[in-house]
């Protein structure tokens, strides 16, 4: 495959995944900054390399028409807060579990999504 040029080096900046596609039977490139794309292949070498290329040509196409390019997920600020709507009785157990903890509910939730997220 030809390898993707592109006017946006931030292109290479963007978070790509590679997986197993049981439905497809194949490998699936996909980018997080664009959920819309993907490119199927033999190898996972194949499918990155794919993902990559359909990105940098949209990439392309949206600067030749004027849009706006998202910024990579690894360049955005984050703060380090959000807001979770969650229902009453699960907010009723993490309270009582953070209290029989002697933690505060944000350092209870905070560390079950950390644990999650490895």
């Known amino acids: 495959m030809k390898r993707a040029t592109s006017k946006n080096p931030k292109t290479d900046r963007y978070t790509y995944r590679v997986s ?13 900054e664009f959920p819309s794309l993907s490119w199927l292949a033999a190898t996972p070498e194949d499918a990155l390399c794919g993902i990559r290329h359909v990105v940098a040509e949209a990439v392309a196409d949206m600067q030749s028409a004027g849009e706006p390019v998202p910024e990579p997920l690894a360049e955005r600020h984050y703060s380090g807060e959000f807001r979770v709507r969650i229902p009453p009785a ?15 509910l944000n350092r209870l939730v905070s560390a079950k999504l950390q644990s999650r997220s490895h």
């Open 90 to 104: 699960v907010h009723r157990s993490l309270t009582a579990e953070a209290a029989e903890q002697k933690i505060s």
């Open 20 to 32: 197993w596609s049981p439905e497809d039977e194949e490998h699936v490139g996909l980018c997080a």
